[in-house]
């Protein structure tokens, strides 16, 4: 969503989002989009099943 059509709370929780990322990648531009929480899983061909990798969080995709 463009930033013009954000609410002036969002505007501000991007804008903090994007003060903490910039301590771990100083050359990030802009936050693209987002999601609260996510899970990682990884199919296992062997078992022909997916496996829980043990990580989750929120997702942040960002434009260099």
């Known amino acids: 969503m463009a930033p013009s059509k954000l609410s002036n709370d969002a505007r501000k929780k991007l804008a903090a989002n994007l003060q903490v990322l910039r301590r771990y ?36 995709v960002y434009k260099r």
Request: charged share 25%.
């Open 25 to 60: 990648d100083d050359q990030i531009d802009a936050i693209v989009d987002t999601t609260s929480h996510v899970v990682l899983y990884q199919f296992e061909e062997s078992t022909q099943s997916w496996a829980n990798k043990e990580v989750e969080g929120a997702l942040f």
